[in-house]
T-cell receptor, first 117, second 113 residues
Framework: GAGVSQTPSNKVTEKGKYVELRCDPI?????LYWYRQSLGQGPEFLIY????????DSGLPNDRFFAVRPEGSVSTLKIQRTERGDSAVYLC???????????????FGPGTRLTVL | QKEVEQDPGPLSVPEGAIVSLNCTYS??????FMWYRQYSRKGPELLMY????GNKEDGRFTAQVDKSSKYISLFIRDSQPSDSATYLC?????????????FGKGTMLLVSP
């Protein structure tokens, strides 16, 4: 079946602009995660959704970042007043179970490469 | 000090070599240990998953965990050029029924034919 998909694959914007990044999780996966991967670094956790609600947004760097998942499937990460330091690859992952069990594997999408000029 | 330390490499080896990749961690709450492979401009792909100290083998890959030393390893036998990628270690602890991943920086592996 289809994996996690993310659109757009690349986004170039200017400092101060607003951007939206979209994630389509694997069908039936209730848990959805956003991570940010800066150049030369591992992914860093941003936010976790269980269903429609953000169960943990402790990784969001500041209030310019916001994410929604209104119907419990597709999620959108929104960044206001973008800054050059926001340039990174934004990864989305989904998992079937949110129980933290041994089989709660997170499957990653290809990411959206955001460049802020 | 970061919670998870991983040498970024690059690590260059000839085809057929045995590769050893390592991570150390400081958070005793980590219970689950994973290795992801990431090809250039792709998302991470899960290779190995383990939650206990000791070895776990899957084909050419062996994951090793030493919780007492807070040290994990991934061994790749008979390395192939197609193994050239960045290898990320990741760890998680359970929080109220879910887990988020804490990654190392990743080690870039180059296997030459």
């Amino acid at each position: 079946g289809a994996g996690v998909s993310q659109t757009p694959s690349n986004k170039v914007t200017e400092k101060g602009k607003y951007v939206e990044l979209r994630c389509d999780p694997i069908s039936g996966h209730t848990a959805l995660y956003w991570y940010r991967q800066s150049l030369g670094q591992g992914p860093e956790f941003l936010i976790y959704f269980q269903g429609t609600g953000a169960a943990d947004d402790s990784g969001l760097p500041n209030d310019r970042f916001f994410a929604v998942r209104p119907e419990g499937s597709v999620s959108t990460l929104k960044i206001q007043r973008t800054e050059r330091g926001d340039s990174a690859v934004y990864l989305c992952a989904s998992s079937l179970l949110a129980s933290g069990s041994s089989t709660d594997t997170q499957y990653f999408g290809p990411g959206t490469r955001l460049t802020v000029l | 000090q970061k919670e998870v330390e991983q040498d970024p490499g690059p690590l260059s080896v000839p085809e057929g070599a045995i590769v050893s990749l390592n991570c150390t961690y400081s958070n005793s709450a980590f219970q689950y240990f994973m290795w992801y492979r990431q090809y250039s401009r792709k998302g991470p792909e899960l290779l190995m998953y383990t939650y206990s100290s000791g070895n776990k083998e899957d084909g050419r890959f062996t994951a090793q965990v030493d919780k007492s030393s807070k040290y994990i390893s991934l061994f790749i036998r008979d390395s192939q050029p197609s193994d050239s990628a960045t290898y990320l270690c990741a760890m998680s602890a359970k929080y109220s029924g879910y887990s988020t991943l804490t990654f190392g920086k990743g080690t870039m592996l180059l296997v030459s034919p």
